[in-house]
């Protein structure tokens, strides 16, 4: 699986990511899923066509260990497989890395 990977958080970081992962993105699904919806000016063609399987998401996962496993995998709720699903696009790809940057860096977490 192709990811965008952060390790090395403390548990203090953990905490603080957790808490505003839960308040923007509600409560993860499967533990420590969480699902963050990409913006749909984002999607490709096929994406777009697709209007039954809209939203599009990418996953990730928040680990006590003190890892953040970002997904390149663009993926849907509805169903488990479906063809407009697939790896990221190089656009897509930058904005999920620049959308996880920017919310380590709003809560001051380096790692």
């Known amino acids: 699986m192709k990811q965008y990977v ?8 953990y905490e603080r990511l957790k808490k ?3 308040e923007i993105l509600g409560q993860p699904s499967l533990g420590s899923i969480y ?13 777009i066509s697709h209007t039954d399987c809209q939203p599009h998401y990418f996953a990730f996962e928040l680990d006590e260990r003190g890892h953040l496993s970002c997904e390149f995998l663009v993926r849907i709720k509805k169903s488990i ?3 407009c699903m697939g ?7 930058d904005w999920l890395m620049d959308r996880i940057d920017t919310i380590l860096n709003t809560l001051d977490i380096t790692v």
């Open 87 to 93: 790896y990221a696009d190089k656009q897509q790809r």
């Open 6 to 13: 952060i390790d090395g958080l403390s548990p203090y970081d």
């Open 20 to 22: 505003y992962f839960d």
């Open 35 to 47: 699902w963050l919806e990409i913006d749909p000016e984002l999607l490709s063609p096929m994406q």
């Open 81 to 83: 497989k479906c063809d």
